[in-house]
């Protein structure tokens, strides 16, 4: 099978800062594996496995949704496609359980009365009771055993998706006294509450009343909880279903051979511009201990870290140096009062003084950078007028050239390779192969996509050349 290949893509910088670290990584699929310095083929990851549940809040009837995000049956069935590793989200449990989930809200019952919990108030046990599909696990909850089964969202149409990483505003009801008060209720063995139901309380009305009360539900900008008759609220159900595992059964069913991106998922608000160490502490400490106990069992696989909390990745690298860890940035697209988070340079910052080996670029904000490098070479009209066709994808091969030369102070990607950094991209602009290509062109790394299967058929059928 035919494979993506270098075509004009420049050299890579600092190689010795990109190859994996503690971890060892088989070359055993048909993509390059991640953190390969030196791969003449692109690097493909499956976001949540073979895309994210998500649909457009005004559609009458949710998009077709094939596998359930963040299971076990969709991470199986990316890796089929072609998929080098595996993106995903880990949160911890209030008893201290890494679990694979991606809202910041889990949200059960009807649409006239919906329930919403953070995962940080629930136990694995509650968690697992959510919805039938959670009940329908072979493996135990702190595992091992191979289950059965067959800040931000991903680019500017993921923030009009249902499902999409939350918005925040400055009106969050989930405020830094709200974090300091469940950081030291967690410690202390007090209950938390929310929209007047204690977590205590949780575990009798998860586990009782209609099917209903256990039916999963999704809404728009999942940063707060649910209301009643919430437009954007629906019922949550993919035609292959599967539970939502432990961080302990995902290492058990994938092959050591397939990568992990694992995403340290902090539920914090986009107002709040530090993140207390309480709860970095809580988050990186139980994703460690479960990553090592994986590889300790399962054998040696590269696993990177990444999250859109800077001083997440820096107490990763900090404890283990040795690790890939790449900070992930809406390069400006989401807002946020942490500075770090909102600029495509101060992302490069971030990574390069903290011996980071990366940065994973929301694809939306290198788009419009590269829209900029056509306009200052003549190729795309400054105006944006009627008739002009503005996306990067269709810039002409000087201004792809320009970019890729860094003769542009927008050129992000050129300014990543110099100093030593690999670069991934995400969003759902990456399910378009020709933007593909053309990011491999201009030294992107790798690209996390929704559509694997098709993504993969299309560049294993053609060249990566412009």
């Known amino acids: 099978m035919q494979t993506l290949t270098a075509g004009e893509r420049p050299q890579a910088a600092g190689p010795e800062n990109l190859q994996p670290g ?50 076990l049956a969709s991470f199986q069935r990316a890796v089929q496609c072609g998929a080098s590793f595996l993106e995903f989200d880990v949160q911890i449990t209030k008893d201290g359980v890494p679990i694979v ?8 019952g009807a649409e006239a009365a919906p329930t919403s919990r953070l995962i940080a108030e629930l136990t ?24 059965a089964g067959g800040e931000e969202g991903r680019g500017d149409a993921d923030e009009e998706l249902l499902g999409s990483s939350p918005t925040f505003s400055t009106a969050s009801t989930f405020s830094l006294a709200s974090l300091d008060s469940a950081f030291s209720g967690m410690s202390g063995g007090s209950t938390l509450s929310l929209g007047g139901m204690s977590a205590a309380s949780s575990s009798s009305a998860l586990s009782g009343g209609s099917s209903g009360a ?46 992990f991106d694992i995403e340290i998922k902090m539920a914090t608000p986009n107002d709040l ?29 590269l696993v990177l870290f990444s999250s859109f909390d800077p001083d997440v990745c820096l107490e990763v690298k900090r404890r283990r140096p040795d690790a890939p860890v790449m900070f992930l ?37 290198l788009q419009a950078s590269l829209a900029r490098v056509g306009q200052a070479h003549g190729s795309v009209s400054s105006s944006g007028s009627a ?29 990543a390779r110099a100093r030593g950094l690999a670069v991934l991209t995400y969003g759902l602009q990456n399910d ?19 559509d694997v299967a098709g993504v993969a058929a299309a560049l294993a059928a053609t060249s990566a050349r412009c």
């Open 22 to 71: 503690f971890l060892e990584w088989d070359q055993s699929t048909r993509f390059a594996g991640l953190l390969d310095a030196g791969a003449d083929t692109v690097v493909l990851g499956g976001h949540r496995g073979m895309g994210a549940n998500a649909w457009h809040p005004s559609a009458p009837t949710p998009l077709p949704a094939p596998y359930r995000e963040n299971t």
């Open 101 to 108: 989930w991606h809202d910041n809200y889990v949200v059960f």
């Open 124 to 147: 694995a046990e509650e968690f697992r009771q959510l919805a039938p599909i959670n009940a329908t696990s072979a493996a135990t909850l702190g595992g091992g055993a191979a289950a």
């Open 214 to 259: 256990r039916r999963l539900l999704r809404k728009h900008r999942n940063g707060e909880p649910a209301v009643a008759h919430e437009p954007t609220l629906r019922p949550w159900a993919c035609e292959v279903e599967d539970h939502f595992p432990t961080l302990a059964e995902v290492f058990a069913a994938i092959p050591p051979s397939v990568a």
């Open 273 to 301: 511009a530090v993140t207390p160490p309480a709860e970095v502490e809580r988050m990186v400490s139980a994703t460690l201990a479960a990553v090592e106990a994986g590889v300790a069992a399962y054998g040696p696989r």
């Open 329 to 365: 940035s809406g390069g400006g697209v989401y807002a946020h009062a942490d500075p770090r988070r909102t600029s495509i340079p101060a992302a490069l910052d971030v990574a390069a003084t903290g011996g980071l080996q990366g940065v994973i670029l929301n694809a939306l904000a």
């Open 387 to 415: 008739g002009t066709d503005v996306s990067p994808c269709c810039c002409s091969s000087a201004a792809v050239a320009a970019a890729a030369a860094g003769t542009s102070g927008d050129n992000w990607v050129a300014a």
């Open 432 to 450: 378009d192969p020709a933007w593909v290509r053309q990011q491999w062109s201009l030294g992107v790394h790798g690209v996390i996509v929704d």
